[in-house]
């Protein structure tokens, strides 16, 4: 990435739709991201606007080497399926349109930058870059962490989202998989998008 000082994706830029054009509102948005366990094996997103309309929810997987999470858009309709690639040092997961795992139904690549780091730095490779071996080659980049309390997105050296941590944030919450998020997305860009994005990131953080 860039090390020149960031912009910021705005009003009159062109619109970044990775999910789909419905995600994409031409003013700044602040959701909320509710995440909890379910149990020891499922966990559940959800997502808000700050009026609590339902935006997007979010069902899988907690543990496992072949995680596998869902989107669903309010009425229930599956938007996007997120599926962790088996066993490796830097976590990889593809996602993919609605139910389907084919090729053609490719949205994003997500591949974690660095297995040895105390700040979780994810590459994002659209369908269309199927070259990941190169992290200068990826379309999206995000970086931050719980260290932080912060966690930020940018396409190429553009700011495009950014996440905080909404109450005071203690180990203990952490571990029991019960926390909030607020997110910060700019003009334009797809928030289905940045949402599964920090679903996967959180996976890679989530070490409890």
Same mark, same amino acid.
């Given at each position: 990435m860039p090390k020149n000082k960031?912009?910021?994706?705005?009003?009159?830029?062109?619109?970044?739709s990775v999910v789909g054009d419905q995600f994409c509102n031409p003013y700044p948005m602040e959701l909320m991201v509710k995440r909890k366990v379910i149990n020891f094996s499922k966990d559940h997103y959800q997502v808000v606007d700050p009026s609590g309309n339902i935006l997007l929810q979010i069902?899988?997987?907690a543990w496992g080497f072949n995680r596998?999470?869902?989107?669903?858009?309010?009425?229930?309709?599956?938007?996007?399926?997120m599926r962790q690639k088996g066993i490796r040092l830097k976590r990889k997961w593809e996602v993919h349109g609605g139910e389907s795992k084919d090729k053609e139904d490719l949205l994003f690549t997500v591949q974690q930058s660095s297995a040895m780091s105390l700040k979780t730095s994810v590459? +994002?490779?659209?369908? $269309? /870059?199927s070259n990941i071996k190169k992290s200068s080659a990826c379309d999206f980049h995000a970086s931050g962490g719980y260290s932080n309390i912060s966690f930020k997105v940018f396409k190429s050296d553009a700011?495009?989202?950014?996440?905080?941590v909404t109450h005071k944030?203690?180990?203990?919450?952490?571990c029991k998989g019960k926390y909030n998020f607020s997110v910060s997305v700019n003009p334009e860009v797809d928030y289905a998008f940045?949402?599964?994005?920090?679903?996967? +990131?959180?996976?890679? $953080? /989530?070490l409890c």
């Open positions: 960031k912009t910021e994706w705005q009003v009159g830029d062109p619109p970044i069902d899988g997987q596998k999470r869902v989107m669903r858009d309010p009425a229930g309709f599956i938007v996007l399926t590459d +994002v490779f659209l369908a $269309e /870059n700011l495009i989202a950014g996440v905080g944030f203690t180990w203990g919450s952490y940045i949402i599964a994005l920090l679903v996967m +990131v959180d996976d890679i $953080e /989530n």
